[in-house]
């Protein structure tokens, strides 16, 4: 038998026992797994998502920075790919192939919160820290519904200042408009850093409550 039939043979041996499930799924490479559930094997899709799970958890994580709608977005990419698993070539890896979809839904989902007013809402009432200005919200494609959302959450935003006691006006507008430190919004208003601080929380608690009624 020459060199390329006893390869044939080999290769033919391997599919015949992958199929019988002679060889244990957690053996298989991803693209035979692939393989594997196309002709029926229990357990084989599951052994897929098993270890791509975690992973893409964390992936998904790190771009959206919301663990709990990556773990909705991991569901959501396997969906897509069983619809597709069909087509897929297994000459190809399966890992790039289930990073692309992830990678495209985290892109979609990153969109879609640009174009959402409720996400102002949401950065206020969970992002109040020193290093955060969550009112710098910023044109993501230029696209004119987009630039037509920009403008409204500005005309918003100012509207809902000008609804604030004076002193808190300043602070605010210094802090989260302009992005002054706390010291030197200190030496601006000439009050201590205790009292820049203490009006600061106040005056965010009244903007938070105030623009929810406009955002519902």
């Known amino acids: ?58 992936f998904i994580t790190r771009k959206t920075g919301d ?19 069909h087509r897929f070539d297994t000459s190809k890896k399966f890992s790039t192939w289930v990073y692309t979809i992830a990678s495209n839904l985290s892109k979609n989902e990153l969109r879609n919160r640009s174009r959402s007013p409720l996400v102002l809402f949401q950065k206020l009432t969970s992002n109040w820290d020193d290093d955060h200005r969550p009112l710098q919200f910023e044109d993501v494609t230029m696209q004119p519904d987009d630039l037509y959302r920009k403008r409204f959450l500005e005309k918003l935003v100012e509207d809902t200042v000008q609804e604030l006691p004076e002193h ?49």
């Open 1 to 58: 038998m020459s060199r390329d039939n006893r390869q044939d043979a080999g290769q033919e041996e391997i599919r015949s026992h992958r199929a019988e499930g002679l060889i244990a799924l957690s053996e298989l490479s991803d693209e035979d797994l692939v393989t594997s559930h196309l002709d029926g094997r229990p357990g084989a899709f599951q052994e897929l998502f098993n270890r791509y799970r975690d992973r893409l958890v964390h």
């Open 67 to 85: 663990p709990d709608r990556a773990q909705d977005l991991v569901q959501e990419a396997f969906i897509r790919v069983t619809r597709h698993l």
């Open 168 to 216: 808190h006006q300043l602070v605010f507008r210094l802090r989260e408009l302009e992005g002054k430190s706390y010291e030197e919004i200190a030496e601006i208003t000439g009050v201590n850093l205790g009292t820049v601080k203490s009006r600061l929380h106040r005056a965010r608690n009244s903007f938070a409550q105030r623009i929810e009624h406009s955002l519902n």
